[in-house]
């Protein structure tokens, strides 16, 4: 099971963090991702990190902005959100990958429930 908090509104280019608890028996392997869809869009991939190498892939529009980390002792996921802006605003989810990494939402077969973020112009 997958818990996402921490969303909330936010002005433009504040910062933001989110958080996803992780239940239920699971590997540490698996890759987990960060994943939003604003209204009327499909859901996006915003940024993932690798359960066999910890390595981190970001959509180009979040590059440099958004930063995933994951604490596999607390079986936390993060996502800090620095200098937001308002096209940042939808649904975020927290997802677990079928395998050790991804970056495409079918690689993902495991979803939260979503926390909303929306950005203030």
């Known amino acids: 099971q997958l818990v996402e908090s921490g969303g909330g509104l936010v002005r433009t280019g504040g910062s933001l963090s989110l958080s996803c608890s992780v239940s239920?028996?699971?590997?540490?392997?698996?890759?987990m991702g960060w994943f939003r869809q604003a209204p009327g869009k499909e859901r996006e991939f915003v940024a993932s990190?690798?359960?066999?190498?910890?390595?981190?892939d970001y959509a180009d529009s979040v590059k440099g902005r958004f930063t995933i980390s994951r604490d596999n002792a607390k079986s936390t996921l993060s996502l800090e959100m620095v200098s937001v802006k308002p096209e940042d605003t939808g649904m975020y989810y927290c997802?677990?990958?079928?395998?050790?990494?991804?970056?495409?939402?079918?690689?993902?077969?495991?979803w939260g429930q979503g926390t909303q973020v929306t950005v203030s112009s």
């Open positions: 997802a677990r990958a079928q395998s050790y990494s991804g970056t495409d939402a079918g690689d993902f077969n495991n």
């Open positions: 239920g028996s699971t590997s540490d392997l698996y890759g």
């Open positions: 990190i690798s359960g066999l190498t910890g390595r981190a």
